[in-house]
């Protein structure tokens, strides 16, 4: 049986990766929408905009430009939990 890949809340789950870390990529995003993978002290990494792309609410809201600037920050933060990172 094939190995799961774990989510960033997999990981967050099991303390590999924090609330900060994950506050933190949000972050990175919200300022510069091209930013470099994100990388978590674990070792792991992640592309928010990829992880965006990924999540098909996460992508529709923030294409909207009425989407408020709360509900943008929800968003990426929210397709950052749940997406998948790669290590190292």
């Known amino acids: 049986m094939a190995k ?5 809340g997999d990981l967050r ?7 900060d870390e ?3 990529a949000t972050a990175a995003y919200m300022k510069d929408e091209d930013a470099k993978p994100f990388a978590f002290k674990s070792g792991h990494s992640i592309d928010v905009a ?3 792309e990924m999540h098909p609410q996460a992508r529709k809201l923030l294409a909207e430009e009425a989407t408020p600037p709360g ?3 929800t968003m990426v933060m ?3 939990i749940m997406g998948f990172p790669v290590r190292g």
């Open 50 to 52: 990829k992880a965006i």
């Open 71 to 73: 509900l943008r920050r």
């Open 22 to 24: 994950i506050q933190a």
């Open 78 to 80: 929210t397709a950052v």
């Open 4 to 8: 799961e890949i774990p989510s960033v």
């Open 13 to 19: 789950r099991k303390s590999e990766v924090t609330d």
